[in-house]
């Protein structure tokens, strides 16, 4: 059987697959259940590729202000068939009667045809001491693989090209549009009627989530991952370390990822007076440093000891929330 360009095997082998991704997707799209005032999506842009081509799969988030979102801690190969080749972060899109616009894109790619199933991908809203799981629908990525004919002709190379046409040929056509655009462009000039200031429209400050809010939801997704328990040591201090580090940038106006933790320590606001919590600040981003640069290996205890502290920190120094804010 000959395959077409895109690489598709006769029609009704693409019919059959078609109607099983289809019958798939109805079904994950049922079987997920949503909570009021809270909504999960997905979407995959675009929807059909080539084998080896980059998509995103957008995934967004509408949960209520003041809740905590636990995003997903997904793998490089997350569904065996597709791959993310870079991963996202999560950011607020907007907010709208007391209502979070999230959202996170990766850079997914595949390198196995036919349609491939994205399963529900679930997340975790605390609100008001309350835990409800929410899932996004199922999706489908048609990849398609580069179209070759074994049974074609074989032809032949291509015959000599003719040189492009270059500036010694046209200069004296350039030199007269040249002109003529200088003339209009002075005519135009010298008539125009002066025209009235314009107030530049006033611009709408993105709203941010909370810098605490946003370092704890970082801080359970990172514990979801169980980065060390999986031998994987050096990125789970690198994580931590960033995350504390964007969590001092938001709250306290430092240039924390391009700072030393000796200038962080130096420059941490007088507002922390607490000789303890300094020392856990100390203690979590030097031990970062001595894995990521000195290969350093902790005990297994002293992991669990670092997240916690991270926790703790966040949780002492956030500002407090006003009541009917």
């Known amino acids: 059987m000959k395959r077409n360009r895109w690489g598709r095997r006769g029609s009704d082998q693409a019919g059959n697959m078609a109607a099983a991704g289809l019958l798939l997707l109805l079904v994950l799209a049922l079987s997920a259940g949503g909570v009021s005032g809270q909504k999960a999506m997905i979407s995959l842009v675009p929807g059909e590729i080539l084998i080896g081509e980059h998509a995103r799969m957008e995934l967004e988030l509408e949960v209520p202000a ?22 996202g972060i999560p950011d607020t899109i907007r907010s709208e009667n007391e209502v979070y616009h999230l959202r996170q894109v990766h850079t997914i790619t595949a390198w196995q045809e036919g349609f491939l199933p994205v399963p529900p991908i679930g997340f975790t809203v605390i609100m008001q001491g309350d835990t409800a799981r929410i899932e996004t629908p199922a999706a489908l990525l048609e990849v398609h693989s580069i179209g070759i004919d074994p049974q074609g002709d074989i032809k032949d190379i291509r015959g000599i090209l003719r040189l492009p046409v270059g500036l ?4 004296v056509y350039l030199v007269g549009l040249l002109a003529v655009g200088l003339l209009a462009w002075w005519l135009k000039r010298y008539f125009r009627k002066p025209e009235k200031p314009m107030k530049a429209p006033a611009k709408k400050e993105k709203p941010r989530i909370p810098a605490h809010i946003a370092a704890l939801s970082s801080l359970e997704g990172l514990k979801e991952k169980k980065l060390w328990q999986t031998g994987r040591v050096k990125l789970f201090h690198s994580e931590l370390s960033r995350i504390v580090r964007i969590y001092l940038r938001d709250r306290f106006a430092l240039d924390a990822l391009e700072m030393t933790t000796t200038e962080i320590m130096t420059a941490l606001p007088n507002s922390v007076e607490d000789g303890s919590l300094r020392e856990k600040l100390r203690q979590i981003l030097e031990q970062a440093d001595l894995v990521k640069f000195a290969k350093h290996q902790p005990l297994d205890a002293d992991h669990e000891t670092a997240l916690q502290a991270a926790f703790h920190f966040v949780e002492r120094t956030k500002i407090p929330v006003k009541n009917g804010d």
Do not use: H, K, M
Request: negative net charge; without cysteine; aromatic residues 16%.
């Open 66 to 87: 003041g809740s905590l979102v636990v995003w997903p801690a997904l793998q490089e190969n997350f569904t065996g068939e597709i791959e993310i080749i870079r991963f």
């Open 168 to 171: 010694r040929d046209l200069w």
